[in-house]
């Protein structure tokens, strides 16, 4: 049988694991297609997230 599923794949971006969460568990489609993960710290204040690779963007509710 040659049954090729297609899913939807998700960008990652190099520095984000999709088998891990990021550390306060917030991830963000980029404009650059990629999904990245806030790397700070669970919880944190201030409204700005932040991916290990560079990459922030603030909190929209
Ligand atoms: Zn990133
Ligand atoms: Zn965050």
Redesign the pocket.
């Known amino acids: 049988m040659s049954h090729t599923q297609t899913k939807p794949i998700t960008n990652w ?1 190099p ?2 694991k999709p088998n891990e969460e990021g550390q306060c568990g917030t991830d963000k489609l980029a404009e650059d297609g ?1 999904r ?2 806030c790397d700070k710290t669970p919880g944190h204040s201030d409204d700005l997230h932040s ?3 560079g ?1 922030q963007w603030k909190h929209m509710m």
């Open positions: 971006c520095q984000a990629r990245h993960h991916c290990k690779c990459m």
